[in-house]
């Protein structure tokens, strides 16, 4: 059997209302931050593109623009499935730049290999963080019937989907929606444990800076404030 293709999508839609401004375009460093987000994306997988419609993200990445208006992140994650670009899609939000990629790999890895396996995303210090996910292609029927009916919130539509793709395939719902229990302030532990779960080839990549900044691994970047916090990290980015 095909090992499971994967594409990766930058999450640069949303409306950056807290920032006061376009978050995806904000230099963090030398870079902005949605040319950050498409060079992790890369060190995975060959296919990247930007979910959005906005003409200046296009010189980054190619667009995937949403199906329909006002729907939120539902609506980027229903366009990237609809682009069946590959078997899964990984959705990382376009303010989560201290994400490290070898993290990404190492969980794209374990979470593609468990069979079931069809949504998966982290709860962080008991907060679940559906935004960042990966998502197998027969998630969009699920997906594009609660946008369809007006129900946005990320979490519930994505166990809603799970359960019943778990009592379509006659297993668990925790064998579908594989949810990883994340803890600030054990990032390095957890990150080894799931390097030993992994087949990922980009192991044991973090830089110094980069497990010193552990803390901020899943942090987002929704207020001025927070971003000038962040321009004091900036030796913990990738290049």
Same mark, same amino acid.
């Given at each position: 059997m095909a090992a499971p293709?994967?594409?990766?999508?930058v999450l640069a839609g949303g409306r950056s209302t807290r920032m006061g401004m376009d978050k995806a375009m904000l230099a963090l460093?030398? @870079?902005? !931050?949605?040319?950050? +987000?498409v060079a992790r994306l890369r060190r995975?997988?060959?296919? =990247?593109?930007?979910l959005g419609s906005?003409?200046?993200?296009?010189s980054f990445a190619p667009l995937v623009p949403d199906r329909r208006e006002s729907c939120g992140p539902l609506g980027g994650m229903e366009a990237a499935l609809s682009s069946k670009a590959s078997d899964w899609s990984l959705i990382l939000p376009v303010d989560m730049p201290?994400?490290?990629? @070898?993290? !990404?790999?190492?969980? +794209?890895?374990?979470?593609?290999?468990?069979?079931?396996?069809? =949504?998966?995303?982290?709860?962080?210090?008991?907060?679940?963080q559906p935004a960042l996910c990966l998502l197998h292609r027969e998630m969009q029927p699920?997906?594009?019937?609660?946008a369809q009916q007006g129900q946005f919130k990320l979490y519930p539509v994505l166990a809603d989907a799970a359960e019943q793709l778990a009592?379509?395939?006659g297993t668990s719902r925790e064998a579908v929606f594989l949810r990883r229990s994340w803890k600030a302030n054990e990032a390095l532990t957890l990150f080894r444990q799931l390097e030993q779960e992994s087949a990922a080839e980009n192991r044991n990549l973090l830089s110094s800076a980069q497990r010193a900044a552990s803390n901020l691994w899943f942090?987002?970047?929704?207020?001025?404030?927070?971003?000038?916090?962040?321009?004091?990290?900036?030796?913990?980015?990738e290049g």
């Open positions: 293709s994967l594409a990766g999508f460093g030398d @870079a902005p !931050l949605v040319q950050r +987000a995975l997988t060959r296919q =990247v593109f930007i906005r003409p200046e993200l296009a201290f994400l490290p990629s @070898a993290l !990404l790999a190492c969980w +794209a890895g374990a979470v593609l290999s468990q069979p079931s396996a069809r =949504v998966a995303c982290f709860v962080v210090d008991d907060v679940a699920f997906l594009s019937l609660s009592r379509r395939s942090e987002n970047l929704n207020t001025p404030g927070q971003f000038a916090e962040a321009q004091h990290h900036l030796d913990a980015l």
